[in-house]
Each structure stands twice: as structure tokens, then as C-alpha cells.
């Protein structure tokens, strides 16, 4: 496996990072995840300009002369995966300093690259997933694409636990997203999520999502469900890189609807794939 490091394409077990980076001791860094389908970059510049955003945010100067979209390219082309479907996961952190607090006066960004192969779960799209409510106990900055996840990790690794795909995180009484997704439910026909904020990521897929449901004439309130009004939805489902348009069929012990994934999340989940097809045709 080839990866990228600070300017360079090496083999992987060759990519040396300094104990002292801050990605290892504050998790201080970002990140972005795309899917490439067949060469494919989907939503690049969605993706490019959200991690600009979140470097931003995070003050940390994004690195000079570093073209992510020709990085990935390259990455994908030296991993034969140029053909395939794949993931691309960058990341770039503050750099190494000895450890304090505050911001190093003179560290170079470390940039992180790397591409998968990666499987469509195409059995839990046929058939739906569980999801399980949490507390949400993340910071007040979801937006930013922080690499900072132990709260993510937690909640996802007790969704594991409990047999389910994703946990759902609720935050003052509202199911706001996923540990790795968005989250939508159809309420009397009007499909419902939370509207961007700073407590939830502004994820491309649900960007694209909503986008298709205006196309298609599906009713959307970009509005926080509550916890308790859960047990009326008639469908749920996540939005994702790597979910894509997942159907819910589960929520805790709740099975919604005839336990299926319901129409209206059938009909975006087909509208996805379609545009994703399109995408790919165009190159
Ligand atoms: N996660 N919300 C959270 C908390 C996420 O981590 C993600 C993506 C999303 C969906 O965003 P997008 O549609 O742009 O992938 C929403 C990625 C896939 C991850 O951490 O692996």
C-alpha cells in the first residue's frame, strides 16, 4: 500500500510521524473522507472546501503547494484503485512541537493521505439497519471535521455492542445525527433532520440527499426531531460517505413501519445510486 506523507508517495510501512505530532498527543488536526467511485471523486469540491473550513477553524495553516485532489488521484492510480471503488482519508495536523497547549511558533502542518478498497454494504442497504439512541457528548463544534472523535468512537463502539450499525446522538432532547452520519426520519410524509448548526457535522451526502428530495418532490424540514416523537416515524434513515442513503428499521427496540425500509427512503436511496452512476459516466 502506498500512502502520502508530507510531499511524498511511500510505501506504507515506510511512513515514519513524529511522537511528538499533535495529531498523537492533543488530536489536534482534521480530516476529510471521500468516496471514489471508479476514479471518481464524488463532491470533491463540497469536500475541499469544508477542509478548508475546518483548518480554519482550527487556525491551522493549510499546507502550501498540497493539491488534494491530485494527491488522491495519484494515490488511487499507484494502489490500483483507479478502476474500483475506494475511499480517499486525508488528514492534516498542526505538526510536531514538544508538547504545550498552545499553538507552536514555527511547526509545519503534517498531511496525511491514504486509499482502501472499500465494499458497498449492499446487504444492509437491501434490508435496512439498527440504530441506537445516545447522549451526545461531544464538544460544542460538530461542524468542523475534527480528527478529535474518542466521544464518535464511544457512542459507535456501543452501537457495535448492541448489535446495531449507528448509534444516533441526542442532544437536549434531540436526535441530531450519527457517530459517522447524518441522521433523517419521515414524519407524516416530510422527511426531517437537523438543520446545520454547530452541533452537527454539514455532511455532502446529506447535502446531495436534500438536493434530490427537492428534485423529486419530497417535503423536507430542515428541523431537529425529539427523542420522544422517534416512536411516530415512519422511516429513518443515515447519510454518509460510506452509507450513503442507509435505511433505518430500527431505532432502539422500536421496529418502524413493517420492519422494511420504507418507500420514501427507498426512492432517495435509488435517486443516490443513480446520480452517483451519472457522476461516474461523466468521469
Ligand atoms: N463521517 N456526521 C458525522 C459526525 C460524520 O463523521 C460524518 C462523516 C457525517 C457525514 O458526512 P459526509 O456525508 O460528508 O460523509 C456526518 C466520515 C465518513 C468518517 O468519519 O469516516
Known amino acids: 500500500m502506498t500512502v502520502y506523507l508530507n510531499g511524498e508517495f511511500l510505501p506504507k510501512d515506510q511512513a515514519r510521524i513524529s511522537p511528538d505530532d499533535r495529531a498523537f498527543l492533543f488530536a489536534d ?56 471503488e475506494a475511499i480517499v482519508y486525508l488528514q492534516v495536523s498542526r505538526g510536531a512541537a514538544p508538547r504545550k ?45 475534527s480528527i478529535s472523535l474518542l466521544p464518535n468512537v464511544l457512542a459507535n463502539q456501543q452501537a457495535q455492542e448492541a448489535g446495531a450499525h449507528e448509534a444516533v446522538l441526542v442532544r437536549d432532547g434531540f436526535a441530531l445525527e450519527g457517530s ?64 450513503e442513503v442507509m435505511p433505518v428499521v430500527q431505532i432502539n427496540d422500536l421496529k418502524l413501519g413493517d420492519g422494511q425500509p420504507g418507500p420514501l427512503t427507498r426512492q432517495l436511496q435509488q435517486a443516490f445510486r443513480n446520480y452517483v452512476e451519472e457522476c461516474q459516466r461523466r468521469g
Request: with cysteine.
Open 29 to 84: 488536526g482534521a480530516y476529510e473522507v471521500l468516496r471514489a467511485y471508479r476514479g471518481h471523486l464524488f463532491r470533491a469540491c463540497e469536500h475541499w472546501d469544508r477542509f478548508d473550513c475546518s483548518l480554519k477553524a482550527l487556525r491551522i495553516a493549510s499546507p502550501a503547494n498540497t493539491d488534494f485532489a491530485a494527491i488522491a488521484s495519484e494515490l488511487l492510480k499507484r494502489n490500483n484503485l483507479a478502476d474500483a
Open 101 to 145: 497547549h498552545a499553538f507552536p511558533a514555527d511547526a509545519t502542518p503534517t498531511v496525511y493521505a491514504y486509499v482502501a478498497p472499500f465494499a458497498n454494504p449492499v446487504e444492509k442497504w437491501a434490508a435496512g439497519v439498527k440504530v441506537i439512541t445516545l447522549p451526545d457528548q461531544r464538544w460544542a463544534r460538530c461542524d468542523i471535521k
Open 180 to 243: 459517522l452520519s447524518n441522521f433523517a426520519v419521515v414524519l407524516d410524509g416530510v422527511l426531517h433532520t437537523a438543520p446545520r448548526s454547530n452541533y452537527i457535522l454539514p455532511g455532502i451526502t446529506r447535502l446531495v440527499a436534500l438536493g434530490l428530495c427537492s428534485a423529486l418532490g419530497i417535503p423536507v424540514k430542515e428541523f431537529p426531531v425529539a427523542e420522544t416523537d422517534l416512536k411516530c416515524a415512519a422511516e429513518a434513515m443515515l447519510f454518509g460517505t460510506t452509507n
